[in-house]
């Protein structure tokens, strides 16, 4: 993340405090917040975009001031998730329910999708990516490959168009983050369970599933590329590749997958989804998992789609389910904005670091390692990781850093709720080190 000139950092500190009269009214009277006071900084909250920077510290300062509100029991928890899913239903996007072509924004008539599938009473979404490249590509080609597939299978499916037309659409110009936000909006809109996510895409398309899928695999089931792959690293212009890109193979420990790929494409030659899965092995041999990572390679199909269509590489997926609390995770993030990841969360992600993190339940503890020095990281808790009666241990590279009885909070609770998925919503959290620095 860029650094913030002196002046946005003496505006915002200004802002801050002349902006938030509920959590002023608070410390001046040294009172617990009313029930109003704490209603206003969640609307507030929920309100605020926090991929933006300004959005986002005011978040954190809202969340920080509704850590002092207590959620002790069950009951409390439950009534706040129940205000937290009403307030998100208000307050953001949903979909039209009916097939055929639209428009995010529609008065700029940007952000065209298509909406095909099964769109009655779906089990799960696909989200498919066109191909193209520079000046090309089209939802419809998408549609058309995918939506009779989805449909057989009962998946309502989403066919967004990139909101720029270049080699990598999916990841450029705020693509990625409209993505992200239809997937919410589809959940919302066809109370979709979000362990039921799929992403899909040829040609370009499979770069785009390869990589947003890696960057968001704590959202997703499942990935099927076809003729796609993740951008290649070379040793030299013209050399040999080394590697693909970062942010990708370290976070597809725990999410299944098939890629596509005939030896024979002309366009996206095999070499480069081959140099994937080899760093896949070289990644299942330091951290293991990776078990349900599946490279189906054949000849004769050129840069087409599989013998069977896309229902044969659908039928691959369609019954994997994600995980949302795997014990185990490895994270490298990419993007300054994708805080949360499963049960960690990292308010200033440093690109490219690798994070490996690990829950035992039975002695209640936390083992997290990493090179890089992590800073204001969080780990996020319930009683799906630990036994919330008892301290909890957080060990960072071997060291304990903290040993604390997790609380829950109304801070931690909306901070993990913010959105329609529900299996990533925690009461309590904990820095990984005892003072955050």
Known sequence: ???????????????????????????ETSKPMTKRQQTKLVEEFMALNLREEVGFERAMAIVDALESVPLPRASDIKKWRKNLAKLDAKMHRELDKKPGT??????ERRGKFIIGGDTKKPRGLLLGM???????????SSAGAYSNAAKELDLIAIFPEVLEKTEHGWTDSGTEEWVMDLVDAAIRT??????????????????????????????????????????PVYDKPGGVIVEVDSGVVPNLRNIAMVVFQSIDDPRVPPDVNQAAVQEVERAKLKWGGYDKFTYWEVNGRGHG???GGMLALLERIVDFERDPLPQKIVWQPRLDWKHQYHWLYWQRPIENAIVVSEYHRDSNTIEISSEQELKHMWVLLDDRLVDMKNEVTIKVNGEITNQALPQGSLGALLLTTSGPDTALSFPARLPIRGTLE
């Open 1 to 27: 993340m860029p650094c913030r000139p002196l002046s946005l950092l003496l505006l915002l500190s200004s802002w801050l405090c002349c902006a938030t009269p509920a959590i002023a009214a608070a410390q």
């Open 102 to 107: 639209y428009h995010y924004w529609e008065k």
């Open 130 to 140: 066109h191909g193209g490249g520079v000046g090309s590509g089209d939802a419809s």
């Open 190 to 231: 066809w109370e979709i369970d979000p362990n039921l996510v799929y992403f899909s895409g040829h040609s370009m398309g499979g770069y785009g599933s390869w990589t947003l899928g890696a960057h968001h695999a704590d959202r997703v089931a499942a990935l099927a590329p076809s003729a796609g792959a993740p951008t």
């Open 305 to 307: 789609y599989p013998e």
